[in-house]
């Protein structure tokens, strides 16, 4: 298993590789006890000692996303830093595998089977802008996460999804809908954006 590391351009202090190790096993043995399997003892022990460590212990927002055969099976997580960083991640690991809408239940089969991926996010900022083009020029792709709110309808897009969407104008239109908003919403009218930058973590199974 190894990791893969995206670093973020600003914001807090970087995780520590060790710690993101940590945090994809936490989630995976978080996962394993949901189907009645453990760690062997001294590897949970240790695993449990090591989230006292401060950068565990900060308040971040945190995502989950289990990938199966290269498409996803579950993305869950939370924007605001609610809770410790440990804490986040197993809460957002659970519902990943069993509470996002768009996907059955995660079976204990396929927990075997899927690679999971953590990203944690800096404080979301506004983004001021007075023009569809201006709000271009400011986006950076495969750097910002990207968030859009006009009244009760809102949506956020990781930074990942530019490796899908890498045009600009493209990312906008699919997060309006997914927003449930016309696709040129962001063209047509003034909505709320602010944006946030992700350090990821991966595992590799080979």
């Not at 298993?1 to 914001?11: A, N, R, S």
């Not at 953590?118 to 007075?130: D, F, H, K, N, Q």
């Amino acid at each position: 298993m190894g990791v893969v590391k995206v670093m973020i351009e600003d914001g807090p202090q970087p995780i520590e590789t060790e710690n993101g190790r940590l945090l994809l096993k936490l989630a995976r043995s978080t996962l394993m006890e949901k189907f009645g399997r453990r760690l062997p003892a001294d590897e949970d022990a240790r695993l449990q000692s090591a989230r006292s460590d401060p950068q565990l212990q900060a308040r971040r927002g945190t995502f989950v996303t289990l990938m199966l055969k290269g498409n996803h099976r579950g993305c869950i997580g939370n924007l605001s830093a609610t809770d410790p960083l440990a804490k986040g991640i197993q809460r957002n690991a659970v519902n990943a595998a069993f509470q996002d809408p768009r996907f059955a239940p995660l079976t204990e089969k396929e927990l075997d089977q899927v690679s999971i991926e953590i990203s944690i996010l800096t404080e979301p900022r506004p983004v001021p802008y007075a023009t569809s083009e201006e709000l271009l020029e400011k986006l950076r792709p495969h750097v910002d996460g990207v968030i859009l709110r006009q009244g009760y309808a809102s949506a956020t897009f990781l930074p990942q999804v530019w490796e899908q969407l890498p045009k600009a104008e493209d990312f906008l239109g699919h997060l309006c809908l997914k927003a449930g908003l016309p696709r040129d919403a962001w063209r047509r009218s003034k909505l709320e954006v602010a944006t946030y930058q992700v350090q990821r973590f991966d595992e590799q199974i080979q």
